[in-house]
């Protein structure tokens, strides 16, 4: 199974699934990735000599063009499964067409609860007692689509912004290197349902 993922950040999630890719026995192979921006994260693909390619909204007239340009660039790398992993950008109709049901994302709590770009500060904001990791596959939302996988993280008392997204990305690296796995063994169907053409 070829993955490609998406980061903006530092990349610990993808750098656990390349990781865990480097054993030949894990069903699936990161084969680029990719960001909206130089992010550090993409350093893990380039000291494995794997392709990148960066995608910046500034770079293009509007969402519009950035969002074809980015499908775009991730259809270049044929993957059969797209991972959002730290990817801070709502990707649009020609991303959604064209991974559409095999796109998925990884984010920081116990969706449908904390959506959204602050998930962890929200929840202990919230005062929760539990929050947690979520596997999903991406809509048109924000953080929206389908749950594939969920894991529980506590809060504990102390607990910070930081402690707390250490605490939950360590759970994350776990959930979605076994999720991509699970997936890759048995894969999203490759054709999107399309209109006709008339
Ligand atoms: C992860 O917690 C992810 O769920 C959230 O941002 C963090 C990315 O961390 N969206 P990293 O860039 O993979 O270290």
Redo the contacts with the bound molecule.
């Keep these: 199974t070829r993955v490609v993922v998406l ?9 656990a699934l390349l990781d865990a890719a480097d054993d030949p026995a894990y069903p699936a192979d990161v084969v680029a990735v990719g960001a909206d921006r130089e ?1 550090p ?1 993409l350093e893990h693909a380039r000291r494995r000599d794997l392709p990148t390619f960066v995608c910046r909204l500034g770079d293009h007239p509007d969402r519009v063009a950035w969002d074809r340009a980015l499908a775009g660039a991730i259809a270049a790398h044929r993957p059969d499964l797209v991972v959002s ?4 950008k709502l990707v649009g109709p020609a991303v959604l067409d064209a991974f559409g049901g095999r796109l998925l ?4 709590a116990l969706l449908p609860a904390f959506p959204g ?1 602050h ?2 500060r929200d929840a202990l904001a919230a005062g929760a007692a539990v929050t947690g ?1 979520t596997v999903h596959w991406v809509d048109a939302g924000m953080d929206t689509g389908p749950v594939i996988a969920q894991r529980e993280v506590p809060v504990l008392p102390g607990d910070d912004e930081g402690r707390l ?1 250490e605490r ?2 360590a759970v ?1 690296r776990t959930l979605l290197v076994d999720t991509v796995a699970r997936l890759a063994a048995d894969p999203p169907s490759t054709r999107t349902p399309r209109e006709t053409p008339r």
């Design positions: 980061v903006s950040g530092t990349g610990s999630l993808c750098a992010a994260g992993a730290g990817f801070m994302n990884t984010h920081p770009a998930a962890v990791s997204h939950i990305k994350e």
